[in-house]
């Protein structure tokens, strides 16, 4: 599974259990990056700190509705 790939699969999480908002935003990041011409080394990097930021977002989600 590529970065884009896991991004957009938490984007999905972030829509189901963060709310719609959080979900829009990171495709929205997603889209963008993905259509920017850039770097590759550069855009792979932001990637992973997207995703990494992401994910923390839904461990805090799912922490705070007690789901972890």
């Known amino acids: 599974m590529t970065l884009d790939d896991q991004l957009m699969a938490m984007a999905l999480r ?3 259990h963060g709310g719609p908002q959080e979900g829009e935003a990171l495709e ?3 889209a963008y990056l ?3 011409p ?3 080394e550069d855009l792979a990097e932001a990637l992973e700190t ?3 930021a992401a994910d923390g977002a839904l461990q805090i ?3 705070h509705q007690g789901r972890l």
């Open 61 to 63: 989600i799912l922490r």
């Open 50 to 52: 997207i995703r990494d």
């Open 34 to 36: 993905r259509e920017t």
């Open 28 to 30: 929205h990041l997603a």
């Open 14 to 16: 972030l829509r189901v």
């Open 38 to 40: 850039k770097n590759p």
